[in-house]
């Protein structure tokens, strides 16, 4: 009896009792691969990647299962090369084939979650830049990024707006033209690790000086913009 008979010999007409391991194990490399599936999506967008579908899914199963296998002698090598479809075509004949497919639904699932998310902050950014630009060609301004309603007063001697944004600038050669390329950079550099939309804020130093930051709560991310 080779492997796979032996393995349905054992589990059949029960839930595969690898079932929920697997599945969170799936999860988790799914959610942390986000960079990696970002990567290929905009490849995709660029034209240079290929089909949308389940960009990451197939992969993150593959190298769960033999990452499950390679600890548990008792499971096949149900992955030949050639996709999940052969998994399936092994299993048919038992319950396992629902759990491949319920694990499969539910990581595309997330995966189309992820993407969201992506283009919802991608969105986010393009209109928040878009705001920058149309209050420059208004008024020569660039709108507060901490209470967006105001527009900066930006000088050789500091950044303030009504709202109680204020930086002290002098001897540092800001513009509107330089601190729209900050702010622009700052976005750009959290949207590449992180979905969610970023904060700005007014902090100070050790020595009392007041800084404007950028924040995530969700990653972690923080950063001086001016």
């Not at 299962?65 to 030949?80: D, E, K, Y």
């Not at 949207?191 to 930051?213: R, V």
């Amino acid at each position: 009896m080779d492997a796979v008979q032996r393995h349905r010999s054992m589990y059949k007409g029960t839930t595969p009792p690898w079932k929920e391991t697997y599945r969170k194990r799936c999860v988790e490399r799914l959610k942390n691969s986000r960079s990696k599936l970002l990567e290929k999506f905009r490849q995709i967008e660029d034209g240079t990647g290929g089909s949308k579908s389940s960009l990451l899914v197939q992969e993150v199963m593959e190298e769960e299962w033999s990452a499950l296998q390679s600890s548990n002698q008792s499971l096949p090598s149900l992955w030949n090369g050639n996709g999940i479809r052969d998994v399936y075509t092994a299993q048919h004949e038992f319950d396992e084939l629902a759990a491949f497919e319920e694990i499969q639904q539910e990581l595309i699932a997330q995966e189309l979650l992820i993407l969201e998310e992506y283009q919802n902050s991608m969105q986010y950014e393009e209109q928040y830049l878009n705001s920058v630009l149309e209050g420059m060609e208004q008024c020569g301004g660039i709108i507060c990024p901490i209470c967006h309603a105001n527009n900066l007063t930006v000088n050789s001697h500091f950044t303030s707006c009504p709202c109680g944004l204020y930086v002290n600038t002098i001897g540092r050669n800001i513009t509107s033209e330089v601190l729209q390329n900050l702010l622009e950079r700052r976005v750009t550099e959290h949207m590449e690790d992180c979905l969610h939309n970023p904060t700005f804020s007014m902090a100070f130093n050790t020595d009392g000086s007041p800084n404007l930051m950028i924040s995530c709560k969700v990653c972690d991310y923080l950063s001086v913009v001016l």
